[in-house]
């Protein structure tokens, strides 16, 4: 059974800096061939992708989060990170983990003076 767990939110100030982590319980499949992908979801809205890494370590980010913010993946630990740096306001969301369509509860992160 895949299990997924973010965690690494909080409040920030803008232009600071979060890093938010994903650990993966991957029950039969292999952590290492299988991409992790970042969303988030902002009040009253749909999920949005943020950042994907695929197996190759071959990354893809929204627009809005270019140069902002980097993923990342530990394949030994089965942990996929999120380092997200010249944080705005509206990056405000609660931010999701999918591994093969299970995600987990999520991790807010608010950016407020």
């Known amino acids: 059974q895949v299990q997924v767990v973010e965690s690494g939110g909080g409040l920030v100030q803008p232009g600071g800096s979060l890093r938010l982590s994903c650990r993966v319980s991957t029950g039969i499949f292999n952590f290492d061939i299988n991409s992790i992908e970042w969303y988030r979801q902002a009040p009253g809205k749909q999920p949005e992708p943020v950042a994907t890494i695929t197996s190759a370590h071959v990354t893809n980010y929204a627009d809005s989060v270019k140069g902002r913010f980097t993923i990342s993946r530990d394949n030994p630990r089965k942990e996929a990170y999120l380092q997200m740096d010249g944080l705005k306001p509206e990056d405000t969301a609660l931010y999701l983990c999918?591994?093969?369509?299970?995600w987990g509860q999520g991790t807010q992160v608010t950016v407020s003076p």
């Open positions: 999918s591994f093969r369509n299970s």
